[in-house]
């Protein structure tokens, strides 16, 4: 039986079963409206949250710049599931395996921005363990 048959068949079937027809669109609904698990947030955008933070974690002493904790602030309430706590991570973890950044401003930089990031500001994260 070709497909177009089948489909025809299967749609003259529940044409014909209302209640059934009803929980197909049910169902095509709940696809619709349910959330992917992909992430949402990309490598861009994770890095431009945190590009006022460079020089301050590279060279800076105290408390972040402002601008450091908007972006830090950004990107906290951008990461919102398992991918893209997984993909910030990855971005922060390259970035910082190229600029080396100093550990302990990298590491207080939530606190001192008021604020607790999902994923640590690490060359040395294991990614695969975040989520």
């Known amino acids: 039986m070709t497909s177009k048959l089948k489909l025809v068949l299967s749609l003259s079937f529940t044409m014909s079963h209302p209640r059934i027809l009803v929980l197909a669109m049910a169902a095509l609904?709940?696809?619709l409206l349910t959330p992917e698990s992909e992430a949402a947030i990309t490598c861009s955008d994770v890095l431009k949250d945190l590009r006022p933070c460079v020089n301050y974690l590279t060279n800076g002493t105290g408390k972040p710049p402002a601008a450091c904790c908007s972006g830090a602030k950004a990107l906290s309430s951008a990461v919102t599931n398992s991918a893209d706590k997984k993909t910030a991570?990855?971005?922060?973890?390259?970035a910082a395996?190229?600029?080396?950044p100093n550990a302990q401003l990298a590491q207080a930089l939530p606190?001192?921005?008021?604020?607790?990031?999902?994923?640590p500001v690490s060359p040395n994260v294991d990614c695969s363990k975040v989520g």
Request: with cysteine.
């Open 29 to 31: 609904m709940l696809l």
């Open 89 to 94: 991570c990855s971005c922060i973890k390259n």
């Open 97 to 100: 395996q190229k600029m080396n």
């Open 111 to 119: 606190g001192n921005c008021g604020i607790s990031l999902p994923v």
